[in-house]
Structures are given as structure tokens and as C-alpha cells.
């Protein structure tokens, strides 16, 4: 995040992190508030994100969260 990487949690799996969560923005605050014994990267696939920002890419993905709905057991987060 320090070097200004930025991305939105696309999908995350409601039995490890709150449904809720998708569609946030992957930041402190989020971090902050993850359930205990979640990985903060979801390496274990508490969630998926979509990385819109950061020192690898040429200009920024303009991004926004919109409908977020329940489906096959995840919380999805559509991105607009």
C-alpha cells in the first residue's frame, strides 16, 4: 500500500470474512478489521481482489464498487 498499490475485494467467502466486505477497498482500515487467523493477501482464499493501482501499471483503472450479490455460497462485489 506504501508504494501505492490499490485494490477492491471482488469476492470473498462468507464463512471466513463478513459478506460485507466485498467490494471494499483493500486498505488499513480493512486489514484492521479482518476476522483472526485470515490471511490479509486472502492466500488461503478468504477473498479475491482486483488491483486497479499501483507502481506496475501506467495510469490507474478508474474503479467503484456497485451491486454486491450472493451467489454459489460467496458475496460478490460487481465493479463499475
Do not use: Q
Not at 479482518?34 to 495510469?59: I, K, R, W
Request: proline share 8%.
Amino acid at each position: 500500500m506504501a508504494g501505492g498499490l490499490r485494490a477492491r475485494l471482488t469476492c470473498v467467502d462468507p464463512r471466513k470474512v463478513p459478506a460485507e466486505f466485498a467490494g471494499r477497498e483493500w486498505d488499513a482500515s480493512l486489514l484492521d478489521e479482518l476476522p483472526e487467523g485470515v490471511d490479509p493477501c486472502g492466500e488461503n482464499g478468504e477473498f479475491h481482489s482486483f488491483c486497479y493501482a499501483g507502481p506496475m501499471f501506467a495510469t490507474e483503472i478508474p474503479v467503484a464498487a456497485g451491486e454486491r450479490v450472493m451467489r454459489d455460497g460467496f458475496s460478490y462485489a460487481e465493479l463499475v
